[in-house]
């Protein structure tokens, strides 16, 4: 609820960055769209999916389904936690997704796959 009502103060420009960090209970709200939306207004909602969408853009072939989970998994685990972009292995992911990207890229041009 605190998220909320922080969110609800400034909806258009946001608190400023880590304003969720500052209150003075020991956590901050579970939900990463929501930090972000109180941090950085209402278009804060879409920097993980612009984030996301980053990674997978061009995926082909065989990589496509993977994208897809991918996407599927990482926006479903931002509802609930606020320390995606925090997590080693979730950034490990991102690393690898992208990585898959240009794998998925070069295939392409080199017509490995159709």
Do not use: C
């Not at 109180?38 to 993977?66: C, W």
């Amino acid at each position: 609820i605190a998220g909320w009502q922080l969110f609800a103060r400034s909806p258009l420009w946001g608190n400023g960055i880590a304003s969720t960090i500052d209150w003075n209970y020991t956590i901050s709200t579970h939900n990463i769209y929501l930090v972000f939306m109180a941090d950085h207004g209402f278009l804060g909602s879409l920097i993980m999916p612009l984030l996301v969408y980053a990674v997978t853009q061009s995926n082909k072939g065989e990589y496509r389904y993977i994208a897809l989970s991918f996407t599927v998994f990482i926006l479903l685990w931002g509802l609930f936690s606020h320390t995606i972009l925090e997590d080693r292995f979730i950034l490990l992911s991102f690393a690898l997704m992208a990585a898959l990207n240009v794998t998925s890229q070069q295939a392409q041009k080199y017509h490995l796959w159709q």
